[in-house]
């Protein structure tokens, strides 16, 4: 089974970045990470799960949310089998836990109920 880990967190202040990876494992022979569509993800307490950033597996076809867009770049890295988030300007609205989330869809995917696979979240914490 497709296994997800995010990871990268931290405490940044304002204005910082971070760059958060995703490390996927588990694929098959017939199906491997380059079928699968991965997005991140990020909710705050109290606050229902935020569809941050996607990528297309074929031709590396991407969205961003509203909240994000100019500041976070998501990217498929040399290692083996990661996607990363490169956050840029953060601000204190953009603590929460990060997740990334893995579908085997050849399209962009932005709803979390979209996604089959999940990884354990890592925590961001911007300060002011």
């Known amino acids: 089974e497709v296994q997800l880990q995010a990871s990268g967190g931290g405490l940044v202040q304002a204005g910082g970045s971070l760059r958060l990876s995703c490390a996927a494992s588990g694929f098959t022979s017939a199906f491997t990470f380059e079928d699968y569509s991965i997005g991140w993800f990020r909710q705050a307490p109290g606050k229902e799960r935020e569809g941050l950033s996607c990528?297309?597996?074929?031709?590396?076809?991407?969205w961003y949310a509203d909240s994000v867009k100019g500041r976070f770049t998501i990217s498929r890295g040399n290692a083996k089998n990661t996607v990363y988030l490169q956050m840029n300007r953060m601000n204190p609205e953009d603590t929460a836990v990060y997740y990334c989330?893995?579908?085997?869809?050849?399209?962009?995917?932005?709803?979390?109920?979209?996604?089959?696979?999940w990884g354990r979240g890592t925590q961001v914490t911007v300060s002011s």
């Open positions: 990528i297309s597996p074929s031709d590396g076809d991407t």
């Open positions: 989330a893995a579908q085997r869809q050849n399209m962009i995917l932005s709803a979390a109920r979209q996604y089959d696979y």
